[in-house]
T-cell receptor, first 115, second 114 residues
Framework: GNSVTQMEGPVTLSEEAFLTINCTYTATGYPSLFWYVQYPGEGLQLLLK?????DKGSNKGFEATYRKETTSFHLEKGSVQVSDSAVYFCALSDGYGGATNKLIFGTGTLLAVQP | NAGVTQTPKFRVLKTGQSMTLLCAQD?????MYWYRQDPGMGLRLIHY???????AKGEVPDGYNVSRLKKQNFLLGLESAAPSQTSVYFCASSSLGPNTGELFFGEGSRLTVL
């Protein structure tokens, strides 16, 4: 079945460091891919998405490119801030629309940014 | 902007007790979902609804029941709580189904079953 694999955390970085959080997926069909972020004490919120191969999603300085050849959707940011400290979830849906599709989430990666 | 509101936010139960979690959304969304979040396991879908009066099973439905009597509300019930149901529960809603990608989540309800 469909699945998402994320790098285990925690990831600890200093402010202004470069961030990469790896995400790979297994899916049949043509999934859409997403990154969600969960700040402490809050629910998840959509960070960015890509709906087809080679698409690049971007938001708040974060980017991720849908790589079908490597089945990956790695999250990157050039210069992290303390306020980026959160748990990041990679997710996919199978791309056919409709209510029977479900978002499948990875296990989440905790990012801690130190000043 | 209320968005998705979950009540209660915290609850402690004894094994065998029952309870209901309430989710309310004010965005007129058709689709609503209940997920549970456990350490090392990410989010897993319990049940979902594609509209008022409909419900369907997700990945881990056993031990839970749901109802969607009103479009804006989605209730998650535990008839006989077990320690394995200790978790953080998240409700979410979306306008066109998960393929659009944007689920709106509540802040979560932390349930402990002793």
């Amino acid at each position: 079945g469909n699945s998402v694999t994320q790098m285990e955390g925690p990831v600890t970085l200093s402010e202004e460091a470069f961030l990469t959080i790896n995400c790979t997926y297994t899916a049949t069909g043509y999934p859409s891919l997403f990154w969600y972020v969960q700040y402490p004490g809050e629910g998840l919120q959509l960070l960015l998405k890509a709906t087809k191969a080679d698409d690049k999603g971007s938001n708040k300085g974060f980017e991720a490119t849908y790589r079908k050849e490597t089945t990956s959707f790695h999250l990157e940011k050039g210069s992290v801030q303390v306020s980026d400290s959160a748990v990041y979830f990679c997710a996919l849906s199978d791309g056919y629309g409709g209510a029977t599709n479900k978002l499948i989430f990875g296990t989440g990666t905790l990012l801690a940014v130190q000043p | 902007n209320a968005g998705v509101t979950q009540t209660p936010k915290f609850r402690v139960l004894k094994t065998g007790q029952s309870m209901t979690l309430l989710c309310a959304q004010d965005m007129n969304h058709e689709y609503m979902y209940w997920y549970r979040q456990d350490p090392g396991m990410g989010l897993r879908l319990i049940h979902y609804s594609v509209g008022e009066g409909t419900t369907a099973k997700g990945e881990v439905p056993d031990g839970y029941n749901v109802s969607r009597l009103k479009k804006q509300n989605f209730l998650l019930g535990l008839e006989s709580a077990a320690p394995s149901q200790t978790s953080v529960y998240f409700c979410a809603s979306s306008s066109l189904g998960p393929n659009t990608g944007e689920l709106f989540f509540g802040e979560g309800s932390r349930l402990t079953v002793l």
